[in-house]
Nanobody
Framework: QVQLVESGGGLVQAGGSLKLSCAAS????????LDWYRQAPGKQRELIAG???????NYADSVKGRFTVSRDNAENTMYLQMNSLKPEDTDVYYC?????????WGKGTLVTVSS
Protein backbone atom coordinates (compact mmCIF):
# COMPACT_ATOMS: atom_id res chain seq x y z
CA GLN A 1 0.00 0.00 0.00
CA VAL A 2 1.33 3.40 -0.96
CA GLN A 3 1.80 5.70 1.98
CA LEU A 4 3.20 9.12 2.62
CA VAL A 5 3.78 9.96 6.25
CA GLU A 6 4.74 13.41 7.43
CA SER A 7 6.54 14.09 10.71
CA GLY A 8 8.71 16.61 12.49
CA GLY A 9 6.26 19.38 13.23
CA GLY A 10 6.04 21.16 16.55
CA LEU A 11 6.02 24.47 18.36
CA VAL A 12 8.83 26.90 17.69
CA GLN A 13 9.46 30.57 18.31
CA ALA A 14 9.62 33.04 15.47
CA GLY A 15 13.09 32.99 13.94
CA GLY A 16 13.58 29.36 14.83
CA SER A 17 13.98 26.26 12.70
CA LEU A 18 12.33 22.90 12.16
CA LYS A 19 13.01 20.00 9.83
CA LEU A 20 10.08 18.04 8.47
CA SER A 21 10.23 14.55 7.03
CA CYS A 22 8.04 12.79 4.46
CA ALA A 23 8.52 9.05 4.41
CA ALA A 24 7.23 7.31 1.31
CA SER A 25 6.87 3.73 0.25
CA UNK A 26 9.66 2.69 -2.10
CA UNK A 27 7.33 1.89 -4.93
CA UNK A 28 6.62 5.56 -5.54
CA UNK A 29 9.61 7.33 -4.09
CA UNK A 30 12.41 6.37 -6.44
CA UNK A 31 11.02 7.98 -9.60
CA UNK A 32 8.57 10.48 -8.21
CA UNK A 33 8.68 14.22 -8.07
CA LEU A 34 7.50 15.11 -4.60
CA ASP A 35 5.99 18.29 -3.25
CA TRP A 36 5.40 19.93 0.10
CA TYR A 37 2.10 21.67 0.75
CA ARG A 38 0.67 23.53 3.70
CA GLN A 39 -2.83 24.40 4.72
CA ALA A 40 -4.39 26.55 7.41
CA PRO A 41 -7.95 25.96 8.61
CA GLY A 42 -10.44 27.41 6.17
CA LYS A 43 -7.82 28.12 3.53
CA GLN A 44 -6.75 26.43 0.34
CA ARG A 45 -3.83 24.06 0.36
CA GLU A 46 -0.69 25.88 -0.81
CA LEU A 47 2.12 24.28 -2.78
CA ILE A 48 5.36 25.53 -1.25
CA ALA A 49 8.25 23.38 -2.45
CA GLY A 50 9.09 20.43 -4.62
CA UNK A 51 11.95 18.20 -5.69
CA UNK A 52 12.36 15.94 -8.70
CA UNK A 53 13.90 12.48 -8.64
CA UNK A 54 17.07 14.09 -9.95
CA UNK A 55 17.19 16.69 -7.23
CA UNK A 56 15.92 19.80 -9.01
CA UNK A 57 13.97 22.00 -6.63
CA ASN A 58 11.37 24.74 -6.78
CA TYR A 59 9.89 27.02 -4.14
CA ALA A 60 6.97 29.34 -3.64
CA ASP A 61 7.92 32.97 -3.17
CA SER A 62 6.57 32.83 0.37
CA VAL A 63 9.29 30.39 1.47
CA LYS A 64 12.12 30.99 -0.99
CA GLY A 65 15.40 31.65 0.77
CA ARG A 66 14.12 30.28 4.09
CA PHE A 67 13.07 26.70 3.31
CA THR A 68 15.15 23.97 1.67
CA VAL A 69 13.73 20.75 0.27
CA SER A 70 15.91 17.66 -0.08
CA ARG A 71 15.54 13.93 -0.45
CA ASP A 72 17.37 10.79 0.57
CA ASN A 73 16.60 8.18 -2.05
CA ALA A 74 18.21 5.40 -0.01
CA GLU A 75 15.84 6.15 2.86
CA ASN A 76 12.79 6.92 0.70
CA THR A 77 12.42 10.17 2.57
CA MET A 78 11.98 13.81 1.60
CA TYR A 79 12.85 16.62 3.97
CA LEU A 80 11.93 20.26 4.42
CA GLN A 81 14.40 22.34 6.39
CA MET A 82 12.59 25.45 7.58
CA ASN A 83 14.63 28.38 8.88
CA SER A 84 13.72 31.90 9.94
CA LEU A 85 10.21 30.75 10.72
CA LYS A 86 7.45 33.33 10.95
CA PRO A 87 4.07 33.17 12.68
CA GLU A 88 2.44 33.09 9.24
CA ASP A 89 4.20 29.76 8.59
CA THR A 90 1.85 28.19 11.13
CA ASP A 91 0.00 25.49 9.19
CA VAL A 92 -0.43 21.77 8.75
CA TYR A 93 2.24 20.55 6.33
CA TYR A 94 1.66 17.73 3.86
CA CYS A 95 3.58 15.94 1.15
CA UNK A 96 2.38 14.30 -2.03
CA UNK A 97 3.56 13.26 -5.45
CA UNK A 98 3.37 15.52 -8.49
CA UNK A 99 0.68 15.55 -9.66
CA UNK A 100 -0.96 15.07 -6.32
CA UNK A 101 -2.92 11.88 -5.81
CA UNK A 102 -5.97 12.13 -3.60
CA UNK A 103 -5.36 8.77 -1.99
CA UNK A 104 -1.85 9.77 -0.92
CA TRP A 105 -2.84 12.65 1.35
CA GLY A 106 -1.79 11.83 4.89
CA LYS A 107 -2.61 13.45 8.19
CA GLY A 108 0.10 16.05 7.83
CA THR A 109 2.27 17.47 10.57
CA LEU A 110 1.39 20.64 12.48
CA VAL A 111 3.87 23.50 12.65
CA THR A 112 3.11 26.28 15.10
CA VAL A 113 5.28 29.38 15.16
CA SER A 114 4.82 31.68 18.14
CA SER A 115 5.57 35.38 17.99
Amino acid sequence: QVQLVESGGGLVQAGGSLKLSCAASRIIFSRATLDWYRQAPGKQRELIAGITSGGSTNYADSVKGRFTVSRDNAENTMYLQMNSLKPEDTDVYYCNTRPAVQAYWGKGTLVTVSS
